[in-house]
């Protein structure tokens, strides 16, 4: 019996050391993911503006062009965001990956919904 107890012990120990690295990696993959992405939003938004008050084919290429890095990049951080899906993490982190890739991650749900 306290055999038992001691390697139910340990691995409790092991997933939590386990879910603390997913935790950490979740945490600095927003951290990046967030910094990045006001850098690339705030360029969209301007190429965007000065398409709309200057229409020109130069402002509608830097437009669409700041658009596709933005769009490049959601994709890239969001499969990345992938490899921790299920992972045992907080409900604060938890609840900041969600808010990062709410489209992306209702998307999913819905689709294993729908296959379930």
């Known amino acids: ?7 139910l012990a340990s691995s409790c120990g092991f997933a939590h050391a386990v879910n603390s690295a997913a935790e950490a990696k979740v945490r600095d993959l ?3 993911y967030h910094a ?3 850098v690339l939003y705030n360029m969209n938004t301007r ?9 020109t084919d130069h402002n509608s290429k830097e437009a669409a062009d700041a658009q ?3 769009t490049r990049y959601q994709a890239e951080v969001y499969d990345e ?4 899906r299920g992972a045992q993490l907080s409900p604060e982190t938890s609840r900041l990956l969600r808010m990062a ?10 689709k294993a919904q729908t296959i379930a």
């Open 1 to 7: 019996m306290r055999i038992l107890f001691v390697l």
């Open 68 to 70: 596709l890095e933005v």
């Open 101 to 110: 890739f709410q489209a992306q991650l209702e998307e999913e749900d819905a």
């Open 47 to 55: 190429k965007a503006w000065a398409y709309s008050t200057n229409i």
């Open 30 to 32: 927003l951290d990046a």
């Open 81 to 84: 965001a992938q490899k921790y």
């Open 36 to 38: 990045r992405a006001q």
